[in-house]
């Protein structure tokens, strides 16, 4: 995608990328731990190898020199994939932010950027697509989310649809993972003052939401995919390197 050449190039980007948190953890038993202040927080961090990402594959051109999984605080789930050069992808409840520096020796250390979330690409804009397709009938928008997605649906929320694209487009779901994040991003700008709780559910369960804004919410997203400045405006960044 051109949005990450462009980015990778950007002189602001190094720059804005000051704000990152330095991780260390211990060796105990087969896992590290330790304390990672992450978006203001300090939880206590357990990580160990993984075999491979469960959420979904990030690109489907690249795959991660490993994988570590883990927690952050209590029910916290966090995959990390490392790339060529020690740089990689944190997955978190919060979001997907750079992981640069990551060694692992007797100790496993890392710095990651909090304050600035993973890029959307390729493999995102389809997913999006495909919700779309997926939610392109009243007949088939389920009205009453509760983010609960099984695997029979068959009709669908905002949140389930693009569940269920995730799915069949990475292998995997995770919720925070860009294209979705984008989503929220746009319905939040759109429905300022109305505090929903969960974005993605309030905006669908809103009796005053119609299909057509859902179909322009899914086409706004794949727009501002591409709009370079949108992007670096609302803290998308893309990852430290690029393979």
């Not at 966090?78 to 100790?107: D, H, K, Q």
């Not at 929220?184 to 109305?194: A, L, S, Y």
């Not at 119609?210 to 591409?226: G, I, W, Y």
Request: hydrophobic share 45%.
């Amino acid at each position: 995608m051109a949005l990450l050449v462009w980015f990778a190039g950007a002189s602001g980007v190094a720059a804005a990328r000051t704000a990152l948190s330095h991780c260390a953890l211990q060796p105990v038993g087969d896992a590290f731990k330790g304390s990672c202040a992450v978006l203001d927080q300090s939880p206590a961090m357990t990580l160990a190898p993984a075999a491979a990402i469960t959420t979904g594959v990030w690109r489907d051109d690249v795959r991660p020199a490993a994988v570590w999984a883990g927690e952050a605080g209590r029910d916290a789930p966090i995959e990390i994939e490392v790339y060529s050069g020690g740089w990689g992808i944190m997955r978190t409840e919060y979001g997907w932010f750079p992981v640069t520096n990551l060694v692992a020796s007797s100790t496993l250390t890392f710095d990651v950027d909090a304050s600035h979330e993973i890029v959307p690409d390729a493999l995102d804009e389809q997913i999006v697509r495909r919700a779309a397709e997926i939610l392109s009938s009243d007949q088939v928008w389920n009205r009453n989310d509760d983010r609960r997605c099984p695997a029979t649906a068959t009709r669908w929320s905002i949140y389930c649809a693009l569940a269920k694209a995730t799915i069949e487009v990475t292998g995997g779901f995770h919720h925070r993972r860009p294209a979705q994040e984008v989503v929220r991003v746009i319905i939040e700008e759109r429905t300022v003052g109305r505090g929903y709780h969960h974005r993605l559910m309030g905006y669908n369960n809103d009796p005053t939401t119609h299909l057509r804004d859902v179909q322009r919410v899914f086409a706004d997203a794949l727009a501002r995919m591409e709009d370079l400045s949108w992007l670096r405006a609302h803290d998308f960044v893309p990852p430290p390197s690029l393979p």
